[in-house]
């Protein structure tokens, strides 16, 4: 699971997957991180012409995250089918949203969960706040151009580069190594 995957997790309280049927990468690669972590997976547009491979893709769905663990303490992440288009699904879908919510609230992992939110977003923002300033700091912007240009023609590494920004924006800092 990648970190952009953590992060949108970490913005909600359950992560619902939508994904449609017959897309052709149901259970490729580059959706796995996103299914790992889902709480509720959506089949979408089971409805028409697309109803049978709609079941086709929640059975496929379902028996993968059989193989996966959990990722919400006493939740097993359901795959429904659902029309938006059509509203069908839509009573199932709220239904098992309030479930887990319920769940998640009785046994204390939805305000463990909102805790473990506050504290990423404050060190998210100490994060975006110190790159700006980083960034907007004179002497590093007159060198920033120059290092990644050395960077990216592989002449300099990668940890030489940021040392050498970090040196100038750590400058006047008296707990500067």
């Known amino acids: ?3 952009s995957e953590i992060a ?8 619902i997957l939508l994904t449609q049927p017959a ?6 690669g580059i959706k796995r991180g996103v299914v790992e972590i889902a709480d509720l997976l ?11 491979a709609a079941e086709r893709t929640r059975t496929d769905y ?14 097993t992440t359901p795959v429904l089918t659902c029309s938006a288009l059509h ?17 998640m609230k009785k046994n204390g992992a939805f ?22 300033r980083f960034r907007a700091d004179p002497v590093v912007a007159t060198k920033i151009n120059d290092l990644e240009t050395q960077v990216a023609n592989g002449t300099l590494a990668p940890a030489t580069g940021a040392q050498a920004l970090l040196a100038a924006f750590l400058r006047d800092n008296p707990l500067r190594p």
């Open 87 to 103: 509203e069908i699904g839509v009573d199932a879908t709220w239904s098992t949203v309030e479930g887990y919510r319920a769940m």
């Open 62 to 75: 379902t028996n993968a995250l059989r193989l996966l663990r959990p990722v919400s303490p006493g939740w």
């Open 42 to 52: 959506l089949v979408n547009k089971a409805d028409g012409e697309l109803l049978t």
């Open 111 to 132: 305000d463990q969960r909102r805790r473990n939110q506050a504290v990423a977003w404050m060190w998210a923002e100490i994060k975006d706040t110190l790159n700006e």
């Open 8 to 15: 949108v997790r970490d913005m909600g309280d359950m992560f």
């Open 1 to 3: 699971v990648g970190q």
């Open 23 to 28: 897309s052709g990468d149901e259970l490729q």
